[in-house]
């Protein structure tokens, strides 16, 4: 049999850490999937909802910066709700419903979305457009009284196409010619700075030239800044078209002069007042403030989103996946399991059937290679106790029919007159009821010590005198068989032990030796002690016991002569009793011989057994 298995090798390892791995891998998947589709989910539902929401602000921006009111805003704001998908809702700051997409879906949500002022841009929601970087944060849309009247567009038009020729022929730069919000052209050159560059300096002066609608609302602008500046005591200060200003008494040229010349101060109020100003100018011009609720179509916030088909379907699918694969995995994994437990449970059923010879092929080095094994060994051995079994009760039936069948034949000779009733007949028969209760003494002696029901009375034992009386009591077989019996015991050791039985012992051991051995031949008894154990040990110098006898001498009813020979041999449970005996005392008894040079048996005896 082999030793434990060691823990890397256990199979309740092995089936720990598949259900480890496949929990593991079915987390994992799962949570990757999740985290995945989740996450990209999120940005996609965030990212539209952002430029949904980006979209109906600037688009409704933009109407209030072209318009003076929100009359006609529902055929901007219907329209706009159905490409969006959302309800979109406008009141004013007070709560009175200017327009609503889906007047019937319900009550509003109680936390607006934005407000939309074209003269105070929400820079989160726009940050994208010239008024995020604007101070004054007003939509450039909102034109008002800059906005041209259709003969200056034309005008400055054929001005700016003059330039943009101009600039592309002599000095090859890639101009282009944008028109603003108020109608006014503008020259873009990207990648190259004009400020400095005096290359069609005509066409471009011609271009930057205020018209008389352009002047008289800078006039009206002005006098608002300065208006707002005289309140504040400071000095007064020219607004050009792109809204930034100068002291009266700076250069012309000077756009912005420097601290040292305008204290901090004084620029501060300036833009401060420059806003202000151009917010109530164009506050006749554009819409009102007003309050956007963007919902879904139900009512409902727009606080959460729903995965789309694409993504609940690839959950499905990477699911089950990871169901099919488990599934697989733990299939595999059982049948392989289970695999040898049918063939254990076969070779059970054909060991209950009858069959002796039942055995399971063994592999691997597992448990279940183990408990192979160990039903290998369980069924050689069981076979093996059959046989002996067998051979048992042919043994007693044979060694009690003999002096049974002896005694019977005398009684009837002598009940019908052929055999005398002398002296040597009543010898004869006491001798074969002598023989005939030696065997069933041995008999009950194994049964008992098999069954752990011999009872022993120990004590101290003087293995010398032990051993001395055991010589004496079989002196005259051996010199009956001329053989030679010695003792020879080292310094007279002790034993604690059951003296009767251990007289048994080397008695049978001796008896044994005395009859295998050839008249001339020698017995040796002898005795010693080491290492807290005694040594009791029985040589001869008879035929021997050849190699592949010598692991059944103690097995019952064996005996080296195959004819069964009564002369030869006693009741064949002498060493068999000997064995149990010797472990019922603890301790061991052990064989050893070669062929034609005698055998040798050694008892070890522990001085004081448990």
């Known amino acids: 049999m082999r030793r434990e298995v060691p823990l890397h090798r256990s199979l309740l390892l092995r089936l720990l850490a598949l259900a480890v791995l496949i ?163 503008r020259i873009a050159t990207p990648g190259t700075d004009l400020n400095d560059n005096a290359i069609c300096a005509q066409a471009r002066e011609e271009l930057a030239a205020p018209t008389a609608t352009e002047r008289k609302a800078l006039a009206q602008l002005n006098a608002l800044v300065n208006t707002c500046l005289a309140r504040r005591k400071l000095a007064p200060v020219t607004v050009a078209l792109d809204w930034t200003w100068t002291l009266r008494s700076a250069p012309a040229r000077n756009t912005r002069p420097d601290l040292t010349e305008v204290d901090q101060d004084h620029s501060r109020a300036a833009n401060a007042c420059v806003g202000t100003s151009r917010r109530e100018q ?8 007003a309050t956007l609720f963007v919902s879904d179509p139900g009512g409902r916030p727009t606080t959460t989103f729903d995965l789309s088909r694409a993504n609940q379907a690839r959950i499905v699918a990477v699911a089950g996946l990871v169901l099919l694969v488990t599934v697989g995995v733990t299939v595999l994994a059982g049948v392989r399991l289970t695999r040898p437990l049918h063939a254990l449970t076969g070779a059970a059923q054909r060991m209950r059937d009858g069959d002796g010879a039942a055995r399971v092929r063994v592999t691997g080095r597992d448990e279940i290679a183990r408990l192979a094994e160990a039903f290998n060994d369980m069924s050689e051995r069981r076979e093996r106790l059959e046989q002996l079994r067998r051979a048992m009760v042919s043994d007693i039936a044979h060694e009690l029919r003999t002096p049974v069948t002896t005694i019977r034949g005398w009684l009837e000779a002598a009940e019908d007159g052929v055999a005398p009733v002398d002296r040597r007949l009543v010898s004869s028969l006491l001798e074969e009821a002598t023989l005939l209760q030696h065997v069933i003494a041995d008999l009950q002696d194994l049964a008992e010590a098999e069954a752990g029901a011999l009872r022993l009375h120990p004590e101290t034992v003087y293995l010398a005198d032990l051993l001395g009386q055991v010589a004496e009591a079989y002196r005259v077989p051996a010199d009956r068989a001329g053989v030679t019996l010695s003792v020879r015991v080292d310094a007279d050791p002790q034993v604690y032990a059951d003296p009767v039985r251990l007289r048994q012992v080397v008695g049978n051991l001796v008896g044994n030796a005395v009859r295998h051995t050839p008249a001339g031949g020698r017995v040796t008894i002898s005795a010693g002690a080491a290492d807290g154990q005694v040594r009791i040990a029985v040589a001869d110098t008879g035929s021997g016991i050849s ?59 522990p001085t004081h057994p448990r």
């Not at 020979?565 to 149990?580: D, M, P």
Request: glycine fraction near 8%; charged fraction near 20%; include cysteine.
């Open 23 to 185: 929990a593991v891998g079915s987390i994992a998947a799962t949570a990757w999937l999740a985290v995945r589709t989740t996450t990209g989910a999120i940005r996609q539902e965030q990212g539209q909802a952002l430029a949904d929401d980006a979209r109906i602000y600037d688009t409704l921006i933009g109407y209030a910066a072209t318009h003076p009111s929100w009359d006609g805003v529902d055929a901007t704001l219907r329209p706009l709700a159905e490409q969006v998908g959302r309800r979109i809702t406008l009141t004013t700051e007070s709560g009175t419903p200017l327009a609503d997409s889906a007047p019937q879906a319900g009550p509003l949500p109680s936390k607006p979305s934005a407000t939309i002022d074209a003269l105070a841009v929400d820079t989160a929601l726009a940050p994208g457009s010239p008024a995020a970087v604007d101070g004054a944060r007003i939509d450039p849309r909102a034109a008002g009284p800059y906005l041209l009247p259709p003969d200056d567009r034309r005008t400055l038009r054929d001005w700016a196409d003059q330039a943009v020729l101009c600039l592309r022929v002599r000095a090859r730069i890639a101009a282009v010619a944008e028109q603003g919000s108020s109608g006014r052209p």
């Open 282 to 289: 164009l506050l006749p011009y554009v819409a009102p403030a």
């Open 547 to 605: 190699a592949e006898d010598l692991p059944r001498v103690f097995d019952r009813f064996w005996r080296a002569e195959k004819s069964r020979s009564r002369q030869t041999g006693g009741s064949g449970l002498g060493l068999a009793i000997v064995r149990k005996l010797v472990e019922a005392h603890h301790g061991t008894v052990q064989a050893c011989s070669a062929p034609g040079e005698g055998a040798t048996f050694t008892v070890h005896l």
